[in-house]
């Protein structure tokens, strides 16, 4: 099935959750009927970010607070100081239930899943009563039956050739990471100089290493899929390592260090399938709700009456991207999934995760207050960072964790940064630039070209708008042909606007509904 998309336009002068601003937002959005996970993966390295079924982007040269989309290297991610102390403090609570007192720093916080797109929450749920997927997906079928028909060709086999070609991806010597331009294919990097969003070079031995490592881990998901348990695993899997050189521990020994037998507490970790939803992520609807509305009332302050299951649902439950299971996929395949953590049978927080081609895309995250103390917003980004490099055990290509937007001008959100190595997307040309060299310009000024060739341009822009593809009166047509039964200049000028923001190769497969 393609993505069908309506494009919203381009909302200014609204309330902004960062700096509080009455109305310093300025974003563009459209709301997703169905998204591919390719479309979607495309999209957010354009600078496009999903709240539930709506798809935004910032304005970044207006808006008051500049969105950067952040992207941290799994691969090469080394834990700092900080981090290793919040796992130490998880294996002490787990081993002997100690609560360390005192120095239990800020959480860094997330502003609500409806600030992030503040004027818009009106206009989404209003557009999630409009909109009727039911009649749109069979009118849908309809047009695409009646096009492939014309053209003789079986819609099946199509489809399969596409999942081909998207795996079929060159690894770069040993790393397992897919080479840059085809990481890139929306905007390779111009050829000159070194490229610096690709990892450094490593060595073969530490990859090795790396990936026997990681092997391990995979012969034991640690309950990263479906039902099984993270904690008080058979304790031979992770036999504590003698020190041998001064090896500094890896993300895999600091999460997986075994537990002695008469451990206080049992953490597991679970992924289920949000959307569409599978039975395991029905069961335990209720109580993901009600760890959602407590942190909802003590963490941000709601009353008790606004997070609703509705609200809850639109947000975090509902998605638009299709599930995928490709045979050389994720053993949990493509699309939206709830991570849970489950302490001594319940849950007490839940992280809302994108499974997509290159990466894990972390959506939001929430948990029981009475647990602050764990820092688990910390604590969690560090297990989705290890799931990563998990999953790219059987998926190559899948080898970035992406953390949705780094404020520099927001002290309380510039945390993402120290995930390192991760890089910021360039705003202009959509290359990843190491966040290194982004820093001192954003000290500088709030809105930066993080790219330093002056010659580089956006090479996946939108370069023949005539082949964007428009489904107009339950018929699919190319915006050449559309464009001639139209007569309003707006229409026009919508339409364009649309295809310079989502690209060329995503305007061509895309379907924009237009009424």
Request: net charge positive; glycine share 6%.
């Amino acid at each position: 099935m393609a993505s069908v998309v309506e494009y919203k336009g381009l909302k200014a002068g609204y309330h902004c959750g960062y700096c509080d601003s009455e109305e310093g937002k300025v974003s563009c959005g459209m709301w997703a009927h169905s998204m591919t996970v390719q479309d979607y993966q495309d999209l957010i390295d354009r600078g496009w970010r999903r709240s539930g079924k709506y798809v935004y982007k910032p304005v970044m040269n207006q808006t008051c607070c500049p969105q950067y989309t952040i992207r941290c290297r799994p691969l090469q991610f080394q834990p700092s100081k900080s981090h290793k102390k919040v796992l130490k403090k998880m294996l002490k609570f787990l081993a002997k239930g100690e609560i360390s007192k005192g120095n239990c720093e800020d959480e860094p916080m997330e502003p609500t899943m409806e600030e992030t797109v503040a004027g818009d929450f009106a206009l989404i749920n209003k557009l999630d009563i409009q909109c009727d997927l039911k009649t749109l997906s069979d009118d849908l079928k309809e047009s695409f039956e009646s096009e492939e028909k014309k053209k003789g060709k079986s819609p099946k086999k199509e489809e399969s050739k596409g999942l081909i070609q998207s795996q079929h991806i060159e690894e770069k010597l040993g790393s397992g990471e897919p080479s840059h331009t085809i990481k890139m294919h929306m905007a390779p990097k111009p050829g000159k100089g070194a490229d610096l969003s690709k990892p450094p070079c490593r060595k073969a031995k530490e990859i090795r290493k790396e990936r026997k490592r990681l092997k391990l881990m995979q012969q034991n998901p640690a309950g990263e899929l479906e039902g099984f348990q993270a904690h008080g695993e058979p304790p031979s899997l992770f036999p504590p390592k003698a020190n041998k050189s001064n090896q500094p521990k890896s993300l895999e020994d600091l999460i997986f260090e075994s537990l002695p037998e008469n451990a206080s507490h049992k953490l597991e970790v679970r992924v289920v399938r949000s959307s569409p939803p599978s039975s395991q992520f029905k069961a335990t609807f209720q109580e993901s709700y009600q760890v959602y509305k407590r942190y909802q009332m003590v963490i941000h302050k709601d009353p008790p009456d606004k997070p609703t299951v509705s609200q809850f649902t639109r947000f975090l439950c509902s998605s638009p991207l299709e599930a995928e299971n490709p045979p050389h996929g994720p053993d949990c395949g493509y699309g939206s999934f709830h991570q849970q953590y489950w302490l001594d049978g319940r849950i007490i927080a839940v992280g809302v995760i994108d499974i997509l081609p290159y990466c894990v895309s972390s959506v939001y995250l929430y948990y029981d207050p009475d647990y602050s103390f764990l820092s688990l917003g910390v604590y969690s980004a560090l297990r989705e960072i290890g799931f990563t490099r998990q999953l790219h055990q059987k998926t190559s290509q899948l080898s970035y964790y992406y953390m949705g937007f780094y404020i520099h001008s927001c002290p309380k959100m510039k945390y993402k940064g120290q995930y390192r190595p991760s890089d910021l997307l360039c705003p202009e040309t959509y290359v990843w630039v190491p966040i290194e060299q982004c820093l001192s310009s954003l000290d500088n000024s709030k809105y930066c070209r993080f790219n330093q060739d002056p010659e580089a341009v956006d090479e996946g822009r939108s370069k023949e708008p005539d082949r964007l593809q428009v489904f107009h009166k339950k018929a699919i047509m190319p915006y050449g042909i559309y464009k001639k039964q139209q007569k309003d200049p707006r229409e026009e000028a919508a339409v364009l606007q649309y295809a310079g923001l989502v690209g060329q190769a995503c305007s061509e497969r895309m379907l924009l509904l237009r009424n």
